[in-house]
């Protein structure tokens, strides 16, 4: 079965691929950049990497061009009009993906990666088995 998630007033849903949260985990990432720790109003933004065409979106989500990334790429941040929860965004890098915010299901699957730890508080720890890096990878 697919898995299913909504925005906070239920305007807008997004539809992934059956065993997502299975199969997947290795796309789980959270980043701490401070444009992500802006956009979600808390330490770290918390999305699932996948190509464009298994994402199913029913709604009309907003857009926000971010464009001071320290990365340098341009983000393309999605949102719902109505409540505000973050949907999705796309990189100018790697513009065949889409970053779908987790927040949106019920399942919460382990990160393999956290970007930008360089900004993560002391007391906020590693999580065991994920892959950190200070900043953006090159790759």
Request: include cysteine.
């Amino acid at each position: 079965m697919a898995s299913s998630g909504r925005c906070l007033c239920g305007q807008i849903s997004v539809t992934l691929p059956q065993g997502t949260f299975n199969d997947k985990t290795e796309n789980v990432r959270l980043c701490r950049c401070n444009n992500c720790r802006q956009v979600a109003g808390s330490l770290f933004t918390y999305n699932i990497v996948l190509p464009k065409t298994d994402v199913k979106i029913q709604g009309e989500p907003k857009a926000y061009e971010d464009k001071n990334t320290d990365s340098g790429n341009v983000l393309l941040r999605r949102f719902c009009p109505n409540c505000g929860s973050r949907i999705y965004g796309t990189n100018s890098k790697h513009p065949d993906k889409v970053f779908v915010s987790l927040g949106l299901f019920d399942q919460s699957p382990k990160p393999s990666v956290q970007l930008y730890c360089k900004n993560r508080p002391e007391w906020d720890k590693q999580i065991d088995g994920c892959k950190d890096f200070e900043a953006m990878p090159t790759q």
